[in-house]
Every structure is written in structure tokens, then in C-alpha cells.
């Protein structure tokens, strides 16, 4: 069986019908002659986030107070997903840091997420449900659910998370709420 390549014939459609696709095309409004002859998007490549570099910008922002005192939050995409800034087209991924004895603010937002948690200990309260959590446990924050997470430890606490906000901001239906 032969193996179908995505091959560019736009330019050589496009030319056989021009003044038609001037009188459609707009600003924010381009035509596609068919879909099959477009350009594959670009390739995602693998990546490996070292946690050692990690860790000292997690720390620095905790500290600053900038968006939360003794909390710090980043979040890790590709220029090659374009407009969802994901990891893939799909999911986003990025670290949490909690300062001993500190708490998130309440919040909600339509991605769901799941938590890996990389070091310390503490809960999160997740709806109406309180989840007890320690290094090495995952917890999942289905969407839409309001929640916060808490360090009850003496040592930084550390959460990595994966989330399917790419694909929501693909869609253009990404929301958040504090």
C-alpha cells in the first residue's frame, strides 16, 4: 500500500481562481481550495524539562509576591503549537510551588487537570471534596470544579500538572475564574 503524502497545491489552485477568491477573502477571511492540499502544520518535537534549572525560577517567583505571596506558578509550551501555547496542540504541563503554610486562592477554569505531586505534602479541596496528598501521589481537578491547593508541610511543596488547555484555547473556549 502506498503511503499518502500531505503535499502544498494551494498556490497552483489558487491561480486558476483568483479574482473568484478576492471577492471572498477579507482581512480575518482566507479561502482554503481543499483542505487535503494545505501544509501540515509543524512538527512537534520531544522535549525535556530539566527540574534542576526548574526549581531556582519557581523559588525566585514565590519569593517576589508578584502574583501570589509564597506561590509561584509556570506553565511550559512550543512555538511550533502556535496559538494554544501547549507542550502538543492538546495539552499544556507546568510546575506549582507552595511555600510551607501557604494555600492557593480559589479559583475554577474549564481545562481539567492532572497533578503529579513532585515534593512536600499537603490537601486541596476540590468542589465539596477535601484530597490529602504527599510526594509521588496524583490527584485529578476535573473542569469547572472550584478549588485550592494547601502546603500543611515545612518544606516547599511541589505539584507538576497536566492540562487539556491547549485544546480548549485551539477551540477558543479557554476560561478561568477567581
Known amino acids: 500500500m502506498e503511503v499518502l503524502k500531505r503535499t502544498e497545491k494551494q498556490d497552483s489552485f489558487r491561480r ?52 501570589q505571596k509564597g506561590v509561584a506558578k509556570i506553565m511550559f509550551f512550543s512555538p511550533s503549537t502556535c496559538r494554544n501555547k501547549g507542550l502538543t496542540p492538546t495539552m499544556m504541563a507546568g510546575f506549582q510551588l507552595l511555600k510551607p503554610g501557604v494555600s492557593t486562592k480559589p479559583h475554577s477554569h474549564n481545562m481539567a487537570s492532572i497533578y503529579l505531586v513532585f515534593k512536600g505534602q499537603g490537601y486541596s479541596v476540590i468542589g465539596n471534596d477535601k484530597i490529602e496528598w504527599k510526594a509521588g501521589d496524583i490527584f485529578v481537578v476535573p473542569a469547572n470544579e472550584v478549588h485550592y491547593h494547601v502546603n500543611t508541610g515545612n518544606e516547599d511543596c511541589v505539584l507538576f500538572d497536566v492540562t487539556d488547555a491547549g485544546l480548549l484555547e485551539s477551540l477558543g473556549i479557554l476560561e478561568f475564574r477567581e
Open 16 to 67: 486558476e481562481v483568483e479574482e473568484l477568491v478576492k471577492q471572498i477573502e477579507q482581512d480575518d477571511l482566507k479561502v482554503a481550495i481543499f483542505m487535503e492540499y494545505t501544509t501540515p502544520p509543524e512538527k512537534v518535537k520531544p522535549k525535556l524539562i530539566k527540574f534542576e534549572k526548574v526549581l531556582p525560577l519557581l523559588e525566585r517567583i514565590s519569593e517576589s509576591g508578584k502574583t
